[in-house]
T-cell receptor
Framework: EAQVTQNPRYLITVTGKKLTVTCSQN?????MSWYRQDPGLGLRQIYY???????DKGDVPEGYKVSRKEKRNFPLILESPSPNQTSLYFC?????????????FGPGTRLTVL | EDQVTQSPEALRLQEGESSSLNCSYT??????LFWYRQDPGKGPEFLFT???AGEEKEKERLKATLTKKESFLHITAPKPEDSATYLC???????????FGTGTSLTVIP
C-alpha cells in the first residue's frame, strides 16, 4: 500500500530534550516536506527536500533541522525543543513533474513540549 | 508575497443544501492549485489539482473550478459524511514551496 508513515504519532517531552520525528514513504517520491499545523494559522511549511542531499527552508524553519540521506526517509530534528513548538506535524511527499506536484500526507505527529 | 485566503472560516449546511467554498490566492505565476479534505486528527487527503484558469474537476458531490484569482469548491446536495475541513493550497511556478489557506470547516446537519 502506497503511504507516508510518521513516528511517533504522539510525543510529550520537556524543553531542551532533543527529539527526532521520522518520516518514510514507499512511493519513490523525490519531493518530501514537513509542515506544522496550528489553530488559526493553517499548515505552514517548515522544510522541504527536492531529492537526496537537497533540502531548503520553508516559511518557519527556525528551531528545526532536517536531513535527506535516503530517498524514502526525511526525519525532522528538534535539537532543543521549546513550548512554542507544540503543534501537529505532518510529513508529505510527491513526485516532481513538469506540471505540478500532488502531495500525499502522513497521519501526523502531535507534539507537546512542556 | 504568495498568499492563500479561504472563506468562509466555517459553514453549516442542512443535508442537501448546496453551497460553495472560496479560495482566493496571490501567487507569482500559478503552477498548481490543490484542494484537500482533512478530518479531525488526520492528515489532509488529496481531492483535486487545477492547473489553469477555466479548468474544472469533479468527484462525486464535489466540483472544483479555477479562475486567475480564485478557486471554488462547489458541494452539491451534501451529506453528513462530507463534514470536514477543506484546505486549499497553491504552488508557485518560480519555487518549490506550497502555501496553504487556513481552511473552511464544513458541517452538514442531517
Amino acid at each position: 500500500e502506497a503511504q507516508v508513515t510518521q513516528n511517533p504519532r504522539y510525543l510529550i517531552t520537556v524543553t531542551g530534550k532533543k527529539l527526532t520525528v521520522t518520516c518514510s514513504q514507499n512511493m519513490n517520491h523525490e519531493y518530501m516536506s514537513w509542515y506544522r499545523q496550528d489553530p488559526g494559522l493553517g499548515l505552514r511549511q517548515i522544510y522541504y527536500s527536492m531529492n537526496v542531499e537537497v533540502t531548503d527552508k520553508g516559511d518557519v524553519p527556525e528551531g528545526y533541522k532536517v536531513s535527506r540521506k535516503e530517498k524514502r526517509n526525511f526525519p525532522l530534528i528538534l535539537e532543543s525543543p521549546s513550548p512554542n513548538q507544540t503543534s501537529l506535524y505532518f510529513c508529505a511527499s510527491s513526485l516532481i513533474s513538469e506540471s505540478t506536484d500532488t502531495q500525499y500526507f502522513g497521519p501526523g505527529t502531535r507534539l507537546t513540549v512542556l | 508575497e504568495d498568499q492563500v485566503t479561504q472563506s468562509p472560516e466555517a459553514l453549516r449546511l442542512q443535508e442537501g443544501e448546496s453551497s460553495s467554498l472560496n479560495c482566493s490566492y496571490t501567487v507569482s505565476g500559478l503552477r498548481g492549485l490543490f484542494w484537500y479534505r482533512q478530518d479531525p486528527g488526520k492528515g489532509p487527503e488529496f481531492l483535486f489539482t487545477l492547473y489553469s484558469a477555466g479548468e474544472e474537476k469533479e468527484k462525486e458531490r464535489l466540483k472544483a473550478t479555477l479562475t486567475k484569482k480564485e478557486s471554488f469548491l462547489h458541494i452539491t446536495a451534501p451529506k453528513p459524511e462530507d463534514s470536514a475541513t477543506y484546505l486549499c493550497a497553491v504552488q508557485a511556478r518560480t519555487g518549490n514551496q506550497f502555501y496553504f489557506g487556513t481552511g473552511t470547516s464544513l458541517t452538514v446537519i442531517p
